[in-house]
T-cell receptor, first 111, second 113 residues
Framework: GENVEQHPSTLSVQEGDSAVIKCTYSDSASNYFPWYKQELGKRPQLIIDIRSNVGEKKDQRIAVTLNKTAKHFSLHITETQPEDSAVYFCAAAYNTDKLIFGTGTRLQVFP | DAGVIQSPRHEVTEMGQEVTLRCKPISGHNSLFWYRQTMMRGLELLIYFNNNVPIDDSGMPEDRFSAKMPNASFSTLKIQPSEPRDSAVYFC???????????FGSGTRLTVV
């Protein structure tokens, strides 16, 4: 079955800097890769997703890149703000079924 | 839409007791997922349903766990008997199959003492 590894487990950046979180997946059949943000005590919420027919997707300050050959994908947050502080999870699935999540990255943005 | 609704929000129970967690998915969504979240193991998929039919329960830890979806608007996750190691936050999520991202409920924080 699918296995998703996520790095780093914690990330601290200064406000305004960029943050990058990386994930690798094992199942070459996976074709759907969402990212979720979970604030303390809250539910995970979808922030961006990418399908395997594109290599990059952007939404304002966040972007996701996908390298199918290497089976890895990354989340990029530019111009970080304190409200970006949260735990971020990557996930992978085939045809959106059965999302398998990475172990999470705790991002702290210091003012 | 009220989103995915889970109840109860918090549950504290004694070891050996039966626990039932409830979930109402978003109307029109035809896939429902139960996840368990702990610090040690992260977000684990326990079971998921498509059109009320269980598709994959390989994540259910043991026979003490069972899940049902009697209709499109209701699902339960039952633990009997409960043990302290079952303490976690249990999330229900729903989606429209093929459309993409899941919508998670607020979760049930279960504490077994």
């Amino acid at each position: 079955g699918e296995n998703v590894e996520q790095h780093p487990s914690t990330l601290s950046v200064q406000e305004g800097d960029s943050a990058v979180i990386k994930c690798t997946y094992s199942d070459s059949a996976s074709n759907y890769f969402p990212w979720y943000k979970q604030e303390l005590g809250k539910r995970p919420q979808l922030i961006i997703d990418i399908r395997s027919n594109v290599g990059e997707k952007k939404d304002q300050r966040i972007a996701v890149t996908l390298n199918k050959t290497a089976k890895h994908f990354s989340l990029h947050i530019t111009e970080t703000q304190p409200e970006d502080s949260a735990v971020y999870f990557c996930a992978a699935a085939y045809n959106t079924d059965k999302l398998i999540f990475g172990t999470g990255t705790r991002l702290q943005v210091f003012p | 839409d009220a989103g995915v609704i889970q109840s109860p929000r918090h549950e504290v129970t004694e070891m050996g007791q039966e626990v039932t967690l409830r979930c109402k998915p978003i109307s029109g969504h035809n896939s429902l997922f139960w996840y368990r979240q702990t610090m040690m193991r992260g977000l684990e998929l326990l079971i998921y349903f498509n059109n009320n039919v269980p598709i994959d329960d390989s994540g259910m830890p043991e026979d003490r766990f069972s899940a049902k979806m009697p209709n499109a608007s209701f699902s339960t996750l039952k633990i009997q008997p409960s043990e302290p190691r079952d303490s976690a936050v249990y999330f229900c999520a729903s989606s429209l199959k093929g459309s993409g991202g899941y919508t998670f409920g607020s979760g049930t924080r279960l504490t077994v003492v």
